[in-house]
């Protein structure tokens, strides 16, 4: 079994920043690729952006792009979501997804692995 585990919300000013981290951990699998995605109160999950593992390439939601970056780290099998300019329609709770295989980046139903979430509140 995979774990992710997302951390790193919490309450910000609009107009601020917060990074979210996402660690993964368990039997050995083969990473393709890690997403961020989030889901707003009575909204369905959004995609945000998702890097290669192989080579680090990011893609981003036209929603995000310029504010958001995604990074990762494969010493320690993490992935980062930097957000900046933080709006409050940005409050939401924000998950992390791991995917074994190809496929499209932008579909919930493509990830194999899903972290808890983290809750990012963003006041006006």
């Known amino acids: 079994q995979v774990q992710l585990v997302d951390t790193g919300g919490g309450l910000v000013q609009a107009g601020g920043s917060l990074r979210l981290s996402c660690a993964a951990s368990g039997r050995s699998f083969s990473l393709y690729a890690m997403g961020w995605f989030r889901e707003a109160p009575g909204k369905e999950r959004e995609f945000l952006g998702a890097?290669?593992?192989?080579?680090?390439?990011?893609s981003y939601a036209d929603s995000v792009k310029g504010r958001f970056t995604i990074s990762r780290d494969k010493s320690k099998i993490t992935v980062y979501l930097q957000m900046n300019s933080l709006k409050p329609e940005d409050t939401a709770v924000y998950y992390c997804a791991a995917k074994a295989s190809g496929g499209d980046y932008k579909y919930v139903g493509s990830y194999d692995y899903w972290g808890k979430g983290t809750l990012v509140t963003v006041s006006s």
């Open positions: 890097v290669s593992w192989s080579n680090g390439v990011p």
